[in-house]
């Protein structure tokens, strides 16, 4: 069964894509914990983050980082916190967030932005790039 990450991939459902290659997407958490809370999924389904093979593992990883630079040039922050959990989808996933503190990681705050702020800071973190 696809989750909603899939057919995020499959362009089903609409999301705000920060960074893409052939076999990872990174796009803005729509519930965000803060500004810039990015999640970086491999496009093939895999259920829990351990159940990779090795390689798309340290793939996902570099992606992650690549992601994680371009998210702290873009959004004033201490550090960008990782987080792997996957209870909530069951595709494997890792939560970049930017935090000044320890209670952004918890999941319980909840940040709101509106469509056009969500779309701009994607294209701002795109840009951020390398």
């Known amino acids: 069964m696809a989750t909603i990450f899939s057919k995020i991939i499959a362009g089903e ?3 705000y894509k920060v960074a893409e290659d ?3 997407l990174a796009f803005l958490d729509v519930n965000p914990n803060a500004t810039g ?3 970086c999924i491999p496009k093939k389904e895999v259920d829990k983050i351990f159940d990779l ?3 798309a593992f340290s793939k996902l990883m570099l992606f992650s980082k690549k992601v994680a630079e371009a998210i702290e040039k873009t959004v004033p ?5 990782m987080a792997v959990i996957g209870l909530e989808v069951p595709h494997a996933h890792v939560h970049l ?3 000044n503190e320890m209670d952004e990681m918890r999941f319980q ?3 709101r932005l509106s469509p056009e702020e ?3 800071l994607a294209k701002s973190i795109r840009q951020n790039l390398h």
């Not at 922050?77 to 916190?81: A, P």
């Open 118 to 120: 969500f779309a701009s």
């Open 37 to 39: 809370h990015t999640l």
């Open 109 to 111: 705050n909840k940040v």
């Open 13 to 15: 459902i609409p999301c």
């Open 53 to 55: 093979e090795d390689d």
């Open 97 to 99: 967030i930017p935090i």
């Open 22 to 24: 052939a076999d990872f």
């Open 77 to 81: 922050c201490k550090r960008v916190g």
